[in-house]
């Protein structure tokens, strides 16, 4: 039993309880049985007008809770329907009240995120005015009349990330964009004319329409502004490089240099200006000393004459050169071709400097060649002669490889030129031909005379009997060093050594032997045909064949034993023998006189 129906039944009794009270008090007042009843029935109308009044008051709240019910059903259908959710579904077997409280919390519940999601809408709405004010762009859709979605909300706030990144970007574009504008500005000394030009230069950056528009005309005017700063970097650099060439040709004092020093650096407005009043000034200088002028671009025409391989004939196509009719027409032309040939050389520099290396390196090599072919160098002893040959082998593989590559300039020069490429006046692989057939045909003709000479020489030292002068590195035993026979020999004039040569000649005619000379070099023995030098042998032969009747004194006992004694006897022999025929001479001139 519930405790609702214990009560009730404890009410009842309650109520029992004191109309039985009141029976009692009423029989011991005496109060009589009409008054009882009167009583009794104000008791019971009493009762029962409060119950009634009870009943009607919690009719009344059923009646409350049951609207509450129904309203909140349409309300909460009608928020669903708002927000795109599903209706709620209520369970079964609820009483009233707990019905309006289920129905009244999920009212609520939406009621609450219907707000949120209006607060949401109005934050992103606002953000998106900002955006669309300072980016100018189309606004996403949605709009405070209708509540959105939750996967609408979501999207909205992609959108608006993405517009922010936009922002940013465009913003830092702006930022390097007006730096670079102002930079421009302060260089070309240009002071904002127009309203956008303002806008940007003194405009908060913060405040500045970053649309696709605005962007496209900074990039514009950033373009405007850098091409008029190129093209008066490109005066001042063109001003400079004239007044260069004008100071050099008029030998402009260090001092007029200096003065105009700071202006050689930048380019701004200002220094044009400066630059521009320098060349008039030196252009007027310029005419009034036309004839100088004139000659200092010669030289610098003939320099680059000589760097571009002009031959004669190509030299004296330009006749100005070698008029001396100097004037403003004549000083034109000249720096006219002078800048031609600038530009000339400049395009084919790489060319002409391989040509160039090409030169130095075969006159490098040649002095080499030279210096390899002179005994003389043998005797240095600073280590140049190893130093040499290494640079002579380096020049020998470099040279063809130089060669190859310029041959591949060239044929590239000559297809774009629609010419032959001429160093002075010939083509320049044909003269590079010629260069190698006369270094060969030279060093086939210093073989042959160095061949001959060889050949000449051993002939000479056969038919008279002198030593050939070879470096020997040991000397025979008993042999005398050449410095002590080259004092003996030396102290003989020139009659007795004369005297001697023939004496000794006759000697060893005599005695059927020849001078006992060493043997030739392979060279030498290959020069004269395989001719095989003497051996001692031989004479030995010769001298057992001499008949047994020679006289004592044409013999003189001149065996292979005294003439292979040592050089001092030698050298004594040869002077007693000259002595005595100088004694001869002397008697004979005597008797003669007298």
């Known amino acids: 039993m519930r405790r609702s129906e214990l009560l009730a039944a404890e009410a009842v009794s309650c109520l029992n309880k004191a109309l039985s009270r009141l029976k009692d008090i009423w029989e011991e007042i005496g109060i009589p049985e009409e008054q009882r009843l009167q009583r009794t029935n104000m008791v019971k109308s009493h009762i029962k007008n409060l119950l009634e009044m009870m009943i009607e008051e919690e009719e009344a709240l059923r009646k409350r809770l049951m609207h509450s019910i129904h309203k909140c059903k349409a309300e909460m259908q009608r928020l669903c329907l708002e927000l795109q959710l599903p209706v709620f579904q209520e369970e079964e077997g609820l009483s009233i009240l707990q019905q309006e409280k289920n129905i009244r919390t999920e ?49 909205f706030r992609q959108y608006i990330a993405l517009q922010n990144a936009e922002k940013a970007q465009r ?23 127009t309203s956008f030009e303002k806008d940007v230069v003194y405009e908060d950056e913060d405040s500045f329409c970053l649309s696709r528009d605005n962007a496209t005309s900074l990039r514009l005017l950033l373009h405007q502004l850098q091409e008029r700063r190129v093209e008066q970097e490109g005066k001042c650099e063109a001003h400079r490089e004239k007044i260069q060439q004008m100071w050099e040709l008029l030998q402009v004092s260090t001092e007029d240099r200096e003065a105009l020093s700071k202006h050689m650096v930048t380019s701004k407005r200002r220094n044009l200006e400066a630059l ?12 009034r000393n036309i004839c100088s002028v004139t000659d200092a671009l010669r030289s610098e025409i003939l320099e680059l004459w000589e760097k571009c391989f002009y031959s004669s ?57 030279k210096k390899a072919a002179d005994p003389s160098r043998f005797t240095n002893r600073g280590g140049n002669l190893l130093k040499e040959e290494k640079l002579r082998c380096e020049l020998q593989k470099s040279l063809p490889k130089l060669e190859k590559k310029l041959k591949v300039q060239i044929q590239s020069w000559e297809n774009e030129q629609g010419c032959s490429f001429l160093v002075n006046g010939q083509k320049f692989l044909q003269f590079v031909e010629e260069q190698w057939e006369q270094h060969r045909a030279q060093k086939e003709k210093e073989k042959l005379e160095r061949h001959s000479k060889k050949s000449q020489q051993l002939e000479e030292d056969m038919l008279y009997g002198t030593t050939i002068r070879s470096p020997v590195k040991h000397r025979f035993l008993g042999q005398t060093p050449p410095n002590k026979s080259k004092k003996l ?57 001499l008949p047994n009747g020679t006289p004592p004194s044409t013999q003189r006992n001149f065996s292979m034993a005294s003439i292979a004694s040592t050089y001092s006897e030698f050298v004594r022999d040869l002077s007693m023998a000259s002595k005595s025929k100088i004694q001869h001479r002397v008697l004979s001139s005597t008797a003669a006189n007298l």
């Open 107 to 155: 009212v609520e519940a939406l009621m609450k995120e219907k707000g949120q999601r209006m607060q949401q809408l109005q934050d992103l709405l606002h953000q998106e005015q900002d955006l669309c004010d300072i980016l100018v762009c189309k606004p996403y859709g949605l709009t405070s009349d209708s509540i959105p979605t939750r996967e609408q909300l979501e999207s």
């Open 171 to 193: 913003h830092a574009e702006f930022r390097e964009l007006k730096k670079e504008i102002i930079l421009c500005m302060e260089e070309l000394d240009h002071i904002p004319e």
């Open 276 to 287: 521009q009043a320098e060349l008039r000034r030196l252009e007027e200088l310029k005419l």
């Open 313 to 369: 004939e190509q030299r004296q196509d330009f006749t100005a050169f070698y008029s001396v009719d100097f004037d403003d027409d004549l000083l034109a032309v000249h720096e006219a071709e002078l800048h031609r040939l600038k530009q000339y050389y400049e395009k084919h520099q790489e060319l002409f400097s391989g040509v160039h290396r090409w030169s130095e390196s075969w006159r490098l090599f040649q002095e080499l060649e």
């Open 489 to 545: 020999i030396n102290a003989t004039s020139s009659t007795s050594s004369a005297t001697c040569n023939s004496t000794l000649r006759s000697l060893y005619t005599a005695t059927g032997c020849r001078s006992p000379v060493p043997s030739p070099t392979l060279s030498a023995r290959k020069a004269l045909g395989g001719l095989k030098p003497p051996r001692f042998g031989d004479c030995n032969k010769e001298n057992k064949g």
